[in-house]
């Protein structure tokens, strides 16, 4: 039995507020022969029997658990500790979608204020905030800044071309119509080549650490010249490879973004996900999203509350650096859960697991004959790109015949990387596994 909160006195009284005296007269402008069909429907189930069917209709799904994954490119098969769903269920963090009113949302605020700490840390950057859609719309927000800070007075962007392809896309979404000039992603341009182009009008250079094809380029030395151009350097990242690498903030990035799905976020076919943008406190002002500071109530106890809030849209829109007023509070504390549960020295071991594998697949498939060839120059992370001897599309249908999700084929990225597969590999690959797909290409490679 549904349950319905309204008495029929109640229902009666509301129609004729409105002026009706039944339910039906709300649905006159629908024509009569369509108002009220007859519905073949089976008889009603009980609960019981809802899950079973429900049950029956989700194993014709295929899910991660049925193969090995090798499938990067933005979103990456990692474990989830048992603890973090239990902790998202907790009632201190059940409180108000939006948390305006300090005095009811300690517990979500902290939260935030937790994984905004923690995103400074991973990144080596002064602020965060919590937070964006995904790791695209955080990237399209630092455009936003960049060309803020620069008062619209420059409106060259600098792409590397080896940022996800994906990310460009949006950010050229997101600023349509804006007298913008994005330069760099469209040819093959190197390094030295962006920072060729940069000059008075540029407003940010982009790079990407590790890049979308694995590789992890030097980057010593880049900030003082973007600097000099009067630009901000932006870093999109990969935060498990921050457990390994040397910080953004190391490097003299003035934002970094990415993708927050690999801390304790499962893959959910592609979202929800949760981006994060960390920045400068001189750029603080010009963040878009929210901010939650740390103070203390009138019997100095310690407390959290929303902060720098006038440069949101639903307060001074006049100047607002973004639309965005909301965000993903549920993946924000779920990263936040996963970095706490796993630590300085869990993350490194994370970081470091996904680069061994990715180094011994990498050497297994060096030793195949020559119809393979790995393409992304080392040093590389977890991801690697493979020139195949076959397109990738039938090179995946015929790993998938052995119970393996191959690479993602880059080839639908750019026409350059034609038969190139991304294979990605993190600490679920267990040898075996990793075994398999070089056998698999080994078999493939004289077929």
Request: charged content about 20%.
């Amino acid at each position: 039995m549904s349950y319905v909160p309204h008495t029929e006195t109640e229902r009666q009284q509301m129609l004729a507020t409105i002026g009706v005296s039944a339910v039906e007269d709300l649905f006159g402008a629908v024509p009569a022969r369509h108002r009220f069909p007859t519905l073949d429907l089976p008889d009603p189930l009980s609960e019981l029997e809802v899950q079973a069917e429900l049950l029956s209709l989700s194993e014709a799904n295929d899910h991660g658990q049925d193969f090995a994954l090798f499938r990067g490119g933005g979103a990456w098969h990692h474990y989830i500790p048992s603890a973090l769903g239990h902790m998202l269920l907790r009632g201190e963090f059940l409180t108000a979608y939006t948390p305006y009113q300090p005095e009811l949302s300690q517990g979500t605020l902290q939260a935030i204020f937790e994984y905004q700490s923690m995103i400074c840390a991973l990144t080596g950057m002064d602020a965060a905030n919590a937070s964006h859609y995904d790791g695209a719309t955080s990237f399209a927000e630092a455009v936003s800044m960049a060309v803020d800070v620069g008062r619209g007075r420059r409106n060259k962007i600098l792409f590397s071309p080896w940022i996800n392809p994906q990310y460009r896309d949006v950010a050229r979404t997101y600023h349509q119509g804006r007298d913008l000039l994005f330069r760099g992603d469209e040819s093959a341009s190197t390094l030295s080549d962006l920072v060729g182009q940069l000059d008075n009008n540029t407003a940010m250079l982009a790079v990407a650490y590790p890049d979308f094809i694995g590789h992890i380029a030097d980057f010593q030395g880049l900030a003082q010249k973007v600097h000099e151009a009067g630009a901000l350097l932006v870093f999109v990242v990969n935060p498990v490879a921050l457990g390994l690498l040397k910080s953004p903030g190391e490097l003299g990035a003035d934002i970094v973004v990415g993708e927050g799905q690999p801390l304790g976020i499962p893959l959910s076919f592609g979202g929800p996900y949760v981006g994060f943008f960390a920045t400068r406190t001189r750029l603080v002002r010009k963040i878009a999203g929210r901010i939650v500071g740390e103070t203390v109530d009138e019997d100095g106890r310690r407390a959290w509350v929303m902060t720098l809030r006038p440069r949101e849209q639903d307060i001074r829109r006049e100047k607002a650096s973004s639309n965005i007023c909301t965000n993903q509070g549920l993946m924000a504390l779920a990263a936040a859960v996963y970095l706490a549960l796993m630590g300085k020295q869990g993350l490194r071991q994370v970081a470091e697991l996904c680069w061994h594998k990715a180094h011994y697949a990498a050497a297994q498939i060096a030793a195949l004959e020559e119809d393979y060839q790995i393409i992304t120059r080392p040093p590389f992370f977890h991801e690697f790109a493979l020139r195949c001897p076959r397109p990738v599309s039938d090179m995946n249908a015929a790993l998938r015949e052995r119970g393996i999700i191959g690479g993602h084929d880059l080839g639908t990225e750019d026409p350059r990387l034609r038969d190139c597969m991304l294979l990605a590999f993190t600490e679920m690959n267990s040898r075996e596994e990793i075994d398999a797909l070089v056998a698999g290409l080994r078999e493939l490679q004289g077929s």
